[in-house]
């Protein structure tokens, strides 16, 4: 069986084939990912034979990276984000150019400890109707729209203010691998009230929502947030929590767990069951209730 340097035939080769298609930021911070990789994992192979080798990557090993890595007080989530770099380049060489090895990375971007420790940590916060009410009264009219489309349809901030005409295709929105931060084709609903906000937008360009005709800066949208959500008296959210506001409300409406996922992109329902997937003891008790 062959053995493949994971820096020389691996790794290098997928951020050359791959980058270009991926958005600026996503290049940025894939390239300092692949920075630290090779820097651990230089003169690392794989193969399926020779595993417990002193230069094969096996569990062993990619369970160091991640030790070593938490010693420096980097986040364990943060972690997971750089193993899955590797884990992603691992499977398109095995997809694409026929390589015959194991993925030693699959199934092991975090350890199970900080798994649990992550998700009791998560933060829960959403924007409840009377503090959405409230912040609608205080928000010009440009913020409340983006307020109220973030609610309704769970994009990503950089998702809406990025929104182009031609990604609108009736009740859809549809994505091209460059524009989601799954780097898949993606489709987004729309409902009947994140519509009309659409319909009332200025076609001003190729954006829909604009500032005096100009792209929406970040900075600007979360210094005006952060200024009116103290005034109400909820400077504990985040702009973030607003989509996980929708995420939770279409559960509340009934919907499934894969509805979310969809909706809100993720490229794996697990990390849509991390954030929404509760204990829901109260729902239960009702089953409960019209049982016998």
Known sequence: ???????????????????????ISTQKAESSIANRLREFFVRH????????????????????????RKEKGVNPLTVRRELALASAACNYAIAEWDYSMPNPFEKRLISR?????VRHKRRKRIVTPAEQKQLILRLS?????????????GLRQREMIELRWDQLHGNQIHFEPEQQKNGTFGKRGLSKAAQEIIARQPDEGELVFTRNGKKIEQRWLQREYKK????????????????????????????RIEDVKNQLGHSDVRVTQEVYAEDDIEGTLEVLERVG
């Not at 794989?46 to 369970?63: E, L, Q, Y």
């Not at 009219?141 to 349809?153: I, M």
């Open 113 to 117: 400890k900080d798994e649990r420790a």
């Open 141 to 153: 009219p440009l913020l409340q729209d983006l307020l109220l489309f973030s609610v309704l349809t």
């Open 228 to 255: 009116i959500r103290e005034e109400v008296g909820i400077a504990d959210t985040v702009w973030k929590d607003l989509r996980k506001t929708c995420g939770t409300r279409m559960l509340a409406a009934g919907g």
């Open 45 to 68: 192979y794989i193969s399926f034979s020779d595993s417990k080798m002193k230069h094969a990557i096996n569990g062993s090993k990619v369970r160091e990276y991640r030790e070593r």
């Open 1 to 23: 069986m062959p053995a493949y340097s994971f820096v020389d035939d691996i790794l290098d080769p997928y951020m050359r084939e791959c980058s270009s298609e991926k958005r």
